[in-house]
């Protein structure tokens, strides 16, 4: 069984910075994949950006240029690193991976979610 943990979330204000990261536990063999998306209230969750295997990033065109994710191998834990923060960015904020629990056989899997709010 896997778990994922994100943590990092809270209250900043316009233009500050957090960095959530996602832990992924239990029977792994590897992480092919990882991604964060986000759900505001009252609207679709969207994915903000994601990483694969080979580190290739993508990232949704609203936080390119602000946004970062990476991730740690050895720790199993992916990160996001936000920066110059707006107001529309406030959403419950979500880690997405597909991990590989033996050589052969591999599932998507969410974390709980954290609250990010930006907000003056």
């Known amino acids: 069984q896997v778990q994922l943990v994100e943590s990092g979330g809270g209250l900043v204000q316009p233009g500050g910075s957090l960095r959530l990261s996602c832990a992924a536990s239990?029977?792994?063999?590897?992480?092919?994949?990882m991604g964060w998306y986000r759900q505001a209230p009252g609207k679709q969750r969207e994915l903000v950006a994601a990483?694969?295997?080979?580190?290739?990033?993508n990232y949704a065109d609203s936080v390119k240029g602000r946004f970062t994710i990476s991730r740690d191998i050895v720790k199993n834990t992916g990160y996001l690193q936000m920066n110059s923060l707006k107001p529309e960015d406030t959403a419950v904020y979500y880690c997405?991976?597909?991990?590989?629990?033996?050589?052969?056989?591999?599932?998507?899997?969410w974390g709980q979610g954290t609250q990010v709010t930006v907000s003056s």
């Open positions: 997405n991976a597909k991990i590989a629990t033996t050589p052969n056989r591999s599932f998507g899997s």
């Open positions: 990483i694969d295997s080979g580190g290739s990033t």
């Open positions: 239990g029977s792994i063999f590897s992480i092919k994949a």
